[in-house]
């Protein structure tokens, strides 16, 4: 199995702020993912996190708003820059640790308030 | 419409049976699972059931499958305060990117 943690697990941030949440898994994995929840909402896939080149967003998800890094196997980043009220969620990240169903784990998130 | 969607509350006596319902819409999806989140937890695999399977049961879960509805259920039976949680639903898109429904919260009552 793999065990993910997030940085922080909470934070109230104000508007037109950047936050970066760290992920950090306790084995190397080769695919990292971010997800959003909203509140009410299903949880949507931000991008995939890619070890050595840059992230692969979404459709309606751009760099410029969520840049991440990647900077090894065990460990990304995700920055919601100039963070507005609509940006209050919960952000996941996730792993893929294995070729298997059953090895997507995912971390306990990062509950975001925006004022 | 949604991709994947099921309905945001369950109420449920504790010991009895709990069914959860997802409908979604992508037929050639390959698999579709249950997760569940637990307050202040991160999300678990609950269970999958591939596409050609139309029954799964694990110990108290029993998920059901009608491909021909696009219709997934899961079933915990002897529902107990410990399953109280939020349980998504979700697809494998052929790119195999997981779409996920809004969840079902499941309340029990003592």
């Known amino acids: 199995s793999a065990v993910i943690s997030q940085k922080p697990s909470r934070d109230i941030c104000q508007r037109g702020t950047s936050l970066t949440i760290q992920c950090q898994v306790d084995?190397?994995?080769?695919?990292m993912f971010w997800y959003r929840q909203q509140p009410g909402q299903s949880l949507t896939l931000i991008a995939t996190?890619?070890?050595?080149?840059?992230?692969?967003?979404e459709s309606g998800f751009v760099i410029d708003k969520f840049p991440i890094s990647r900077p090894n196997l065990t460990f990304s980043t995700l920055t919601v820059s100039n963070m507005s009220p609509e940006d209050s969620s919960i952000y996941l990240c996730?792993?893929?640790?294995?070729?298997?169903?059953?090895?997507?784990?995912f971390g306990p998130g990062t509950r975001l308030l925006v004022l | 419409g949604e991709d994947v969607e099921q309905s945001l509350f369950l109420s449920v006596r504790e010991g009895d049976s709990s069914v959860i319902n997802c409908t979604y819409t992508?037929?050639?999806?390959?698999?579709l699972y249950w997760y569940k989140q637990e307050p202040g937890a991160g999300l678990q695999l609950l269970t999958y059931?591939?596409?050609?399977?139309d029954m799964k049961q694990d110990q108290r879960l029993t998920v059901l499958l009608n491909k021909k509805d696009k219709h997934l259920s899961l079933r915990i039976a002897d529902t107990q305060t410990g399953d109280s949680a939020i349980y998504f639903c979700?697809?494998?898109?052929?790119?195999?990117?997981?779409?996920f429904g809004k969840g079902t919260r499941l309340h029990i009552l003592p």
């Open positions: 996730s792993v893929d640790a294995g070729p298997t169903i059953e090895t997507q784990y």
């Open positions: 084995s190397q994995v080769t695919m």
């Open positions: 996190a890619n070890q050595g080149s840059e992230a692969t967003y």
């Open positions: 992508d037929s050639s999806s390959t698999y």
């Open positions: 059931i591939f596409s050609n399977m």
């Open positions: 979700a697809e494998s898109k052929r790119d195999d990117k997981i779409i």
